[in-house]
């Protein structure tokens, strides 16, 4: 791993910010996830962009300035050649910026091929607009979702409407149509890039109970891409198979994201 603090290189075991840091004691912080894909990276300018509507969401204008963070990330990568593709986390708080960058872990084709098992987890995030640091609502939700030997938690409200993955957006499909929620969500940069694909898509609320009927649900995420998700709560969703829909906009976002 590659780690820089406030734009200086620094080695993993020496890594550190003080105690007393508001990021530590109190999760004061925002962060990004960003990937590359054939080594270049994947809509940067948005990510930095959702980075800074986070922080403003809680409350705080960063020493950091836009430019100077993308310029920094971008020093940063240079540093990470030696690997095909790389995964960048991007950490601001009032005073400093850390970027981290290592190898990303691809996930194994059988979970596109075959989709992947989802759990309802009730609740939801706190401040769902701001991709904060505090988070241990999703992180548990996630944990709960693996224990279970299922890949994500869905998140489900008090009047039992689905709101988003612990750590992804959520779409369905019922008869051709497109479906997504944009209520008390955190607005995805791989889901916008889904909704730009499509050409349409409906936003709708919908109740847990109603999703388990859809004929195709699939999640969106930044290091995994298109998830097909074919059970939920031990549910075959469909015919139990990735869906025609599904299968498509997967086709459509690889050939966006790996064309050379």
């Known amino acids: 791993m590659i780690i820089s603090i406030n734009g200086k290189i620094t080695d993993e075991k020496k890594a550190c910010i003080p105690i007393v840091s508001e990021a530590?004691?109190?999760g004061y912080a925002v962060f990004e996830t960003i990937r590359t894909y054939n080594k270049k990276v994947f809509r940067l300018d948005d990510h930095l962009a959702r980075l800074y509507l986070s922080a403003d969401v809680i409350g705080f204008r960063p020493k950091w300035s836009f430019k100077r963070t993308y310029e920094e990330v971008v020093k940063v990568l240079e540093q990470s050649k030696r690997w095909?593709?790389?995964k960048v986390r991007v950490i601001l708080s009032k005073n400093r910026l850390i970027i981290m960058v290592e190898k990303i872990q691809e996930k194994p084709q059988d979970m596109y091929r075959k989709g992947v098992k989802c759990v309802s987890f009730q609740g939801k995030r706190n401040l769902p607009h701001a991709k904060k640091l505090a988070d241990s609502f999703s992180y548990v939700a996630k944990n709960y979702a693996e224990s279970c030997g299922a890949y994500e938690a869905i998140l489900v409200d008090q009047k039992t409407y689905v709101r988003e993955g612990a750590y992804s957006n959520i779409f369905w499909i019922n008869g051709g149509e497109l479906y997504s929620t944009n209520k008390e969500i955190l607005f995805g940069i791989t889901r916008e890039t889904i909704i730009e694909l499509a050409g349409k898509c409906n936003f709708e609320g919908?109740?847990?109970?109603?999703?388990?009927h859809a004929d195709e649900v699939f999640i969106t995420q930044t290091t995994s891409g298109i998830l097909p998700v074919t059970e939920i709560n031990g549910q075959k969703i469909g015919d139990g198979k990735?869906?025609?829909?599904?299968?498509?906009?997967?086709?459509?976002f690889d050939a966006l994201v790996w064309e050379k």
């Open 24 to 26: 530590f004691l109190f």
């Open 84 to 86: 095909n593709e790389a």
């Open 206 to 212: 919908i109740k847990f109970s109603s999703l388990l």
């Open 242 to 252: 990735p869906g025609p829909v599904t299968r498509d906009l997967m086709k459509k």
